[in-house]
């Protein structure tokens, strides 16, 4: 997998437990064109710290381009912002 750590806008269900499940992201390509990914499963959460930070590590899968693709997203709780991670 390669580490991209590029900003998303993310659409989210937050349960009435205040669990967190990603639905769909967008995405801003090379190119200047946004870009909508469906995320069809999430496959495990973690929680972690980078540098004093907690995020939450969502591992998902989603169909990009017609190929079936596993990558994760991180969840910033300080900041409250989405990152696709590593894909």
């Known amino acids: 997998m390669k580490v991209l750590m590029k900003s998303v806008d993310m659409i ?3 349960s009435r437990e205040g669990e967190i499940r990603p639905l769909k992201f967008r995405i801003q390509e090379s ?3 946004f870009r909508i990914v469906k995320i069809d499963r ?3 959460k973690k929680e972690e710290k980078t ?3 907690r995020m939450l590590v ?3 899968q989603s169909v990009m381009d017609g190929v079936e693709r596993i990558y994760e997203m991180k969840y ?3 900041t409250t912002r989405w990152y696709l ?3």
């Open 12 to 14: 989210c269900l937050s």
């Open 31 to 33: 190119n200047g064109e």
């Open 42 to 44: 999430v496959i495990s």
């Open 51 to 53: 540098a004093g930070n």
């Open 58 to 60: 969502f591992t998902v």
């Open 76 to 78: 910033e709780i300080q």
């Open 85 to 87: 991670y590593k894909l």
